[in-house]
């Protein structure tokens, strides 16, 4: 079952595409065709591109060049997977100031989604 794909919004902003935004044209794109691979395969997209990092999050990996790119998202009851965050990474571990940006995103959207997820 194919995944559906849905980037945070707070109002009518969306971090996720203001981030996307700001790469450069290649990294753009590469990172596009690993959320088409989370899209077709889900969790089971594979250990190169998807890592558990906790309290039901997850990291979407992508290398371009040398430059880490993650997208942390997590997964809503169904098919849905909802993308929460992203940046560039820099260190081998993910910044705690992503993830608690992360979790609080998952927060609010579970508020006004009813709370229906996974993890």
Same mark, same amino acid.
């Given at each position: #079952?194919? #995944?559906?794909?849905?980037?945070?919004? &707070? $109002?009518? /902003?969306?971090?996720?595409?203001?981030? =996307?935004?700001? @790469? +450069?044209? &290649?990294?753009?794109?590469?990172?596009?065709?690993? /959320?088409?691979? @989370?899209? +077709?395969? $889900?969790?089971?997209? $594979?250990?190169?591109?998807?890592?558990?990092?906790?309290? !039901?999050?997850?990291?979407?990996? %992508?290398?371009?060049? $040398?430059?880490? /790119?993650?997208? =942390?998202?997590? %997964?809503?009851?169904?098919? +849905?997977?909802? /993308?929460?965050?992203?940046?560039? &990474?820099? %260190?081998? &571990?993910?910044?705690?100031?992503?993830?608690?940006?992360?979790?609080?995103?998952?927060?609010?959207?579970?508020?006004? +989604? !009813?709370?229906?997820?996974?993890?």
């Amino acid at each position: #079952m194919e #995944m559906e794909i849905e980037f945070f919004k &707070k $109002g009518n /902003i969306s971090p996720i595409i203001e981030f =996307l935004d700001l @790469l +450069q044209e &290649k990294e753009r794109a590469k990172v596009f065709r690993n /959320i088409e691979l @989370l899209k +077709q395969f $889900g969790l089971n997209a $594979g250990g190169n591109f998807i890592e558990p990092i906790g309290e !039901g999050l997850f990291s979407l990996r %992508t290398v371009f060049s $040398g430059v880490n /790119i993650r997208l =942390l998202f997590f %997964t809503v009851v169904g098919n +849905q997977v909802v /993308i929460l965050s992203g940046f560039k &990474k820099k %260190t081998n &571990k993910i910044p705690k100031r992503e993830i608690d940006i992360a979790k609080e995103r998952k927060k609010e959207y579970l508020k006004i +989604q !009813g709370g229906k997820h996974y993890g």
